[in-house]
């Protein structure tokens, strides 16, 4: 959500972000919203004062026994005329509510300019992509050859964009899981929080998938929507409250059953598991002071990699370009890991922060040591990782000739001593 005041001193300024994202001008619209709750507001008042002035006259007609009925009918129709203008008033303000809503976030200076993805910019390597002595598979040939990944069966129970995960597999989602949560809250300073997969209208709006982007979200039948990410309820914990500056940061991670529509994918990864309607991550979110958030995107990002230097999966970061940032973030990472099967880096962590715009929507502050008044907090949050991609990536890149898939050495603890993936999930030592 956007500072109508600021907009109202920097229209030009605005306009030129939006035109930066590839949008159209917004700020006459906005401002003529403004000047017209302005407006009603100042009628509104003007209409009051004068109907405080004409019941001071009430009183002393009253007083000296001369007829007040003509001023008493005036004081009547003030309030109706009062009321009038508050209802434009309100109706006003919902519609610049409503308008305001609807516009992304502005774009931090150091942000690539470019339309979509071609532009984005390569931060670094890390790794070497594995070039493997025989010709490398695609997770979901892998999977199915052992037996262990079953999209037909996932069909029949749900539809397309679902699968089974069984013995070995099932076992190294739920270890990769609880490898990232003990990273993050043993070394890298997260929480770990279980919340509600569901959650009410407010909570989305807060975060800025509502209401522009319902259609990629799933909603119950009594109202609540099924969370398309962590991000959603972990940010929404400080909705509407102020803080104490010596509370901040706040780092909080969990791992949720994540569920989206995936209305614009037609044709994108319709086979295997890059992108499904269900799927598991382990998330990241911070809330700190706005002098703070630059480098806590750096160190949000770096905690995101570490997971994958951990696995020795091969990865680039990049930042993405002005026309590929989501709607909510002024700046945002990206790490895409290396898959041997498509010969190609895909993302698995996506990082940003997203400055005062989800504590504006959310109403989060803070109030500052020393100060009577409060600010609005920063919000960030990341992957850390999209569990299923992070599957998909071992099984690509720790693949054998003869079928088998190799385990990496930080992940046998948790997958119970099992080094060797084979069809029928026996342990291999």
């Not at 990232?180 to 509600?196: I, K």
């Not at 259609?215 to 409250?241: H, M, S, Y």
């Not at 480098?295 to 026309?323: H, I, N, Q, W, Y």
């Amino acid at each position: 959500m956007h500072d109508i005041k600021w907009i109202r001193d920097n229209p030009d300024t605005f306009d030129a972000g939006l035109k930066r994202r590839g949008a159209a001008s917004e700020s006459a619209r906005l401002l003529t919203l403004d000047q017209a709750r302005r407006d009603a507001l100042s009628q509104a008042q003007e209409i009051q004062t004068r109907r405080n002035e004409l019941s001071r006259q009430v009183g002393t007609l009253k007083r000296s026994g001369e007829d007040a009925s003509e001023v008493i009918e005036a004081v009547s129709q003030s309030k109706v005329q009062q009321a009038e203008a508050e209802d434009r008033a309100r109706a006003a303000e919902a519609e610049l509510e409503a308008a305001l809503a609807a516009i992304p976030n502005m774009l931090a200076a150091d942000v690539p300019d470019g339309a979509d993805d071609t532009a984005n910019v390569e931060i670094r390597q890390w790794g070497e992509p594995k070039v493997l002595d025989f010709t490398a598979k695609e997770h979901f040939d892998i999977g199915e050859a052992l037996g262990l990944m079953d999209f037909d069966r996932a069909a029949k129970l749900s539809g397309a964009r679902f699968v089974v995960l069984m013995g070995a597999l099932a076992r190294m989602e739920r270890a990769l899981a609880a490898f990232m949560l003990d990273l993050h809250t043993g070394e890298n300073g997260y929480t770990e929080v279980n919340p509600p997969a569901l959650v009410r209208d407010s909570a989305l709006f807060g975060t800025g998938q509502l209401p522009k982007f319902g259609e990629d979200l799933f909603r119950t039948g009594d109202d609540f929507w099924l969370i398309p990410t962590a991000e959603v309820p972990l940010t929404n914990l400080v909705a509407e409250e102020i803080l104490d500056e010596s509370e901040l940061p706040v780092r909080r991670t969990a791992m949720t059953w994540c569920f989206r529509a995936e209305a614009g994918a037609a044709g994108k990864d319709t086979r295997g598991m890059i992108r499904q309607h269900q799927f598991s991550k382990v998330e990241m979110v911070s809330i700190v002071r706005p002098d703070e958030s630059e480098a806590e995107l750096d160190r949000m990002t770096a905690c995101a990699e570490e997971v994958l230097k951990r696995l020795d999966l091969p990865f680039r970061t990049v930042v993405l370009s002005a026309g590929d940032t989501g709607f909510a973030a002024r700046k945002t990472h990206d790490v895409e890991v290396w898959l041997p099967g498509q010969q190609r880096y895909r993302e698995i962590s996506s990082c940003s922060n997203c400055g005062d715009f989800q504590a504006r929507r959310m109403k989060a502050r803070y109030r500052p040591e020393g100060e009577k008044g409060t600010r609005f907090v920063h919000t960030l949050n990341g992957s850390g990782l999209a569990v299923g991609r992070t599957l998909i990536a071992v099984l690509e890149n720790y693949q054998r000739a003869d079928g088998l898939v190799d385990i990496p050495t930080a992940l046998v603890p948790y997958m119970g001593g099992l080094e060797v993936i084979e069809a029928d999930g026996s342990r291999s030592h």
